[in-house]
């Protein structure tokens, strides 16, 4: 389904629109419509970061910064997140004004070109933002120029269960249930139509690790979470 808006909007302008609109209920809907298990999912990227011991740490789509936060428990010395969302910005700046003398900051960005010049960090993040990409391929090819030879990409992204026991009613949920109570919250009809959309459009897991394959890196790892819902997938420059 397109948004109402306007239905010759490139996708980055809908996604840059979509963003700025539900910013304010972001987190509130994110807590809801996961039970609160995205801070789980959020603590084992944390986790596979830290084994990493980076010194940098850029995290793409940082939205309202709830990971590049997080990132402060790996003890990197620098921590940068990116969004192309002003208002996501806005709302991860208020929480890192609670955080004093951190090392995370926070910028205006595209995640399909970054700003940042080749080999620049140790470990790049994305969370539930790969999918979100114009040209998945170019932002992939991003991600693996700004970091340093031997570095890691993460990322972590929702997928469909493959066991009908799980799946039926995970669709149900996420198909009928999760757009109702979104646009509920957060008075945006499309947002919660386009999430259970793009999920459901991402490639499948085999498919995505080739397109990091093709984007340059050598090694790609996956685990799955909580049941098949989330895949976490660990690529090396």
Do not use: C
């Amino acid at each position: 389904m397109k948004p109402q808006h306007d239905n010759t909007a490139d996708k980055k302008e809908q996604v840059i629109e979509m963003f700025n609109s539900i910013s304010g209920k972001y987190d509130l809907l994110n807590g809801m419509l996961s039970l609160g298990v995205d801070k789980y999912w959020r603590y084992r990227v944390v986790r596979l970061v830290k084994k990493k011991k980076p010194e940098t740490i850029l995290d793409v789509a940082t939205g309202t910064g709830d990971l590049a936060i997080a990132m402060l428990k790996t003890g990197a010395n620098t921590i940068v997140g990116v969004d192309i969302s002003v208002n996501m910005l806005q709302v991860a700046k208020k929480k890192l004004s609670a955080t004093p003398q951190s090392s995370v900051t926070l910028q205006l960005a595209d995640g399909e070109k970054l700003p940042f010049e080749d080999a620049s960090f140790d470990v790049v993040t994305i969370v539930f933002g790969v999918r979100n990409f114009d040209n998945r391929l170019a932002g992939l090819k991003e991600m693996h120029r700004v970091l340093n030879p031997g570095g890691t990409l993460i990322v972590l992204e929702f997928s469909m269960p493959r066991n009908p026991f799980i799946g039926l009613p995970y669709k149900f949920y996420f198909f009928k249930v999760l757009p109702w109570i979104g646009k509920m919250v957060s008075k945006n009809s499309y947002a919660y139509i386009y999430l259970p959309q793009s999920v459901e459009e991402f490639p499948k897991a085999e498919v995505f690790a080739q397109e990091l394959l093709d984007a340059g890196f050598s090694q790609v790892n996956k685990q799955s979470l909580t049941f098949g819902l989330v895949d976490m997938y660990e690529a090396k420059k």
